[in-house]
């Protein structure tokens, strides 16, 4: 192929991948057109883009072009295997003329069979931070020559910037809608939570509120955490300069490697967890801090601006749902009898026929004689924010007080709630 009929494909190829990001597709879309026109324009025999699961240590497809579904099933490429991909994403292209005979090149057999020969693999990067790894492949020995390489490597930082565009504003889309299915608050924070955790692909997460003094941060939904972490003790404002700092700035703070962190609160829980990297960010109303989300990592790894923009438009959108909660009650006009209010139970001063505690397990253990010195006799006791295997405990905990009797268990995937009478 001569340079003029090179070039003229390159236009064609760039002209069709271009329109298909400008045509508000879906990331599934872009990524098979981008596929699609650069092996057939270019004539290469196939092509892949896979993108880096940082937490797994591996490379995870999402689209392919020319290849069969026996190759495309073969296996992971792991990283810690594949020389050809650790090279890669530290930003070098690499070419090799012969997959079939290369040490770097895992999975060889399998490409064998599958009639590939050489391969061009390029970075894919965003804001020089690598996302993943656009390959190319051809049937016969090929040379990649620098300017080849050079256009291939521009479309893989175009796929780099669909795949973040499209992939946030369809996932942001989809928790927005989600959310309307429920007006449950602590359904709409662990919505928020699981969602945000998936989508940027880390360990783990929690959510806390403040109380009405702003000294304590409650737990109110989890995910990804274990109960002894759960449990490790309250999370005072005063003594987390992290937290201090966001309710303080309204702005999220990131710790990269909390093995240099040494303020961090609860730090040994923390590495004994496995927790190595933590994003915390504001729940802001406006002006107003109302908790924080924290999101855990368990590598040593730094999110891009992009990520962490999605993280606190999802922050957000608790603090709206903490505001929700209480318009919702005088909405349905009941706000003469019911209160929403942060703060302790020690600034009440009368019996309630209900009692409802959604929080976490330790201090659902320690606010027990509190919870039922304010509730009538014959009263009920609800107590949720319990997971599964703390269930029992709990159990015991309040029914060895001869106070109460049970008289229902309800769960939810890990979550059970646990109704009592006082007799």
């Not at 090149?105 to 590939?116: I, N, P, S």
């Amino acid at each position: 192929m001569d340079s003029k009929t090179w070039l003229q494909r390159e236009v064609a190829a760039l002209y069709e991948i271009t329109r298909a990001m400008n045509a508000s597709k879906s990331r599934k879309e872009v990524l098979a057109v981008m596929l699609g026109r650069i092996v057939t324009e270019l004539g290469y025999k196939a092509a892949t883009l896979r993108l880096l699961d940082e937490e797994k240590g591996t490379l995870i497809l999402q689209s392919a072009y020319g290849l069969s579904e026996e190759y495309l099933a073969k296996g992971s490429v792991r990283l810690s295997k594949s020389g050809l991909d650790q090279t890669v994403l530290t930003g070098e292209p690499v070419a090799l003329a012969d997959v079939r005979n290369d040490s770097a090149f895992q999975y060889a057999e399998a490409a064998k069979r599958e009639g590939l020969c050489s391969v061009l693999a390029v970075p894919m990067t965003l804001h020089d931070r690598v996302i993943g790894v656009l390959r190319v492949y051809t049937d016969s020995p090929h040379e990649f020559k620098p300017e080849e390489q050079a256009f291939i490597a521009a479309i893989a930082n175009l796929g780099a910037q669909a795949v973040c565009r499209t992939h946030f504003f369809h996932a942001f889309r989809l928790i927005a809608h989600n959310l309307n299915s429920t007006l449950d608050l602590k359904s709409v924070l662990r919505t928020l939570l699981l969602e945000t955790v998936r989508e940027l692909n880390v360990k783990a997460g929690s959510i806390r509120l403040l109380d009405i003094n702003r000294e304590t941060l409650h737990l109110a939904t989890a995910y990804g955490l274990s109960e002894t972490y759960l449990q490790k003790g309250e999370v005072r404002v005063g003594q987390s300069p992290i937290d201090q700092q966001v309710l303080s700035d309204g702005r999220p703070v990131a710790i990269n490697d909390l093995m240099n962190e040494a303020a961090f609160q609860y730090l040994e829980e923390a590495r004994r967890e496995g927790i190595r990297s933590v994003l915390v960010l504001p729940l802001r109303l406006k002006e107003t801090v109302v908790g924080v989300m924290r999101l855990y990592s368990a590598q040593v790894r730094r999110l891009s601006e992009e990520e962490i923009g999605f993280a606190v438009a999802i922050a957000d959108l608790g603090a709206v749902a903490v505001e929700n909660a209480r318009e919702n009650v005088e909405k349905n006009r009941v706000s003469d009898i019911v209160r929403t209010r942060k703060g302790s139970i020690g600034n009440l001063h009368k019996k309630f026929d209900v009692v409802v505690a959604n929080i976490d397990l330790k201090s659902l253990r320690r606010m027990r004689k509190p919870l039922l010195s304010h509730l009538k006799k014959g009263g009920f006791l609800i107590l949720s924010g319990i997971l599964e295997q703390g269930k029992e405990r709990i159990r015991r905990h309040y029914l060895e007080t001869g106070l109460l009797r049970r008289i229902k268990v309800t769960q939810q995937g890990e979550w059970v709630c646990l109704t009592f009478k006082k007799k």
